[in-house]
């Protein structure tokens, strides 16, 4: 009787063992997950020979492993959403990207980020922390929203920066309080304000002058860096929230690992957030956006290696074959901006 109480003991703790297991198994595919991330996905450029064919927006690589490096994951929002406020409680922040679209060229991606910036300030006011991160468009983004006057065709100024122009911060007084630099590591600090390091892409900013004379946007952000383009005229390079945890930068952190610190500290402003995120939550999102990352080289004029491409509603325009032969293709000078 002895051997078989045991034996009965031994086959109910195995039991339990299992069903633990798979208690354990099943909280993970349904627990709860940090550092959620909604990143607003980018038109593609309408001006491109296969724009129909590769899909209806996409995101650079660089973006998402940048931030995937320190554990975040990504889930993209397609700039047509029509339900933003279902993504706001299924993530813990918002990511402006950088891309070939711009706001006169693209106005319902400048309303999408419109809505999305409005809706975290309204977090924001109810002590729900959302933070928001604009990179290099995205920034541009952050900064026509402030202004309030919807100005997309000239508030904006043309810069001579692009073609990977490699730049030092001019960090500005106000800059070396803020929250993006106070509590830097002194020997990186100094890195990034003497050794040229900070990557530079874009053909569009604004200027100190235009910044602080536009009082809705001075009154919203403070300058935390500015730069000198080839000409010498000087472009705003990185921007703070006075008030919300919004952070803006004209250059490209994302394509430079030793720039992780910006995402370290992008993925602490997340862990503030109250939003109790389940991974189930998550993949119903990006459940019916149709992904394809593809070598995207010829298609951003040699900016980017990788892209994920997302087409928002699978119809018959789409080819994955043709797309992915048009990013492999050699150069269409006929075809070949941004």
């Known amino acids: 009787m002895k051997h078989a109480s045991n034996r009965k003991n031994k086959t109910r703790k195995n039991k339990t063992r299992k069903n633990k297991t798979r ?11 940090n550092k959620v991330i909604g990143m607003i996905t980018v ?38 959403t029509k339900n933003p406020k279902k993504y706001m409680s299924k993530v813990n922040g918002l990511y402006f990207p950088s891309g070939g679209a711009f706001a006169l060229n693209s106005r319902a991606y400048y309303k999408c980020c419109k809505e999305f910036l409005n809706l975290a300030m309204k977090e924001n006011d109810k002590g729900n922390y959302f933070p928001i991160w604009g990179g290099c468009m995205g920034m541009q983004q952050m900064v026509i929203i402030a202004d309030g006057q ?21 960090v500005t007084e106000e800059g070396e309080k803020s929250k993006l630099f106070k509590d ?21 900013g604004i200027s100190p002058y235009k910044f602080k004379t536009h009082k809705n946007i001075n009154n919203f952000y403070k300058i935390v860096s500015t730069n000198k383009d080839r000409k010498g005229k000087t472009f705003v390079s990185t921007i703070e929230g006075r ?23 992008f993925a602490n402003e997340l862990k503030k957030n109250n939003n109790k995120l389940s991974k189930g939550g998550t993949r119903k999102l990006t459940k019916k956006l149709h992904t394809k990352k593809i070598d995207c080289m010829n298609y951003s004029n040699s900016l980017y290696k990788k892209c994920n491409f997302y087409w928002h509603k699978k119809t018959s325009k789409h080819n994955k074959r043709l797309c992915s032969l048009a990013q492999t293709n050699k150069k269409d000078k006929k075809y070949n901006g941004v």
């Open 243 to 265: 008030f919300y945890p919004f952070y803006g930068v004209q250059w490209h952190p994302e394509r430079d690992c030793t720039m992780d610190y910006f995402a370290k500290f």
């Open 184 to 204: 830097m590591p002194e020997q990186f600090k100094k890195e990034l304000c003497v050794k040229k390091c900070t990557l530079n892409n874009h053909k569009m």
């Open 150 to 170: 919807d100005n997309l065709d000239d508030l904006l100024t043309h810069f001579d920066s692009f073609d990977n122009l490699i730049l030092n911060l001019d």
């Open 23 to 33: 208690k354990n198994k099943t909280s993970n595919k349904m627990g709860t997950v």
């Open 43 to 80: 038109p593609l450029s309408p001006d491109k020979r296969f724009y129909s064919v590769c899909g209806d927006s996409y995101i650079a690589s660089s973006h998402i492993n940048w931030l995937k490096r320190q554990g975040i994951q990504i889930v993209p929002i397609p700039y047509t």
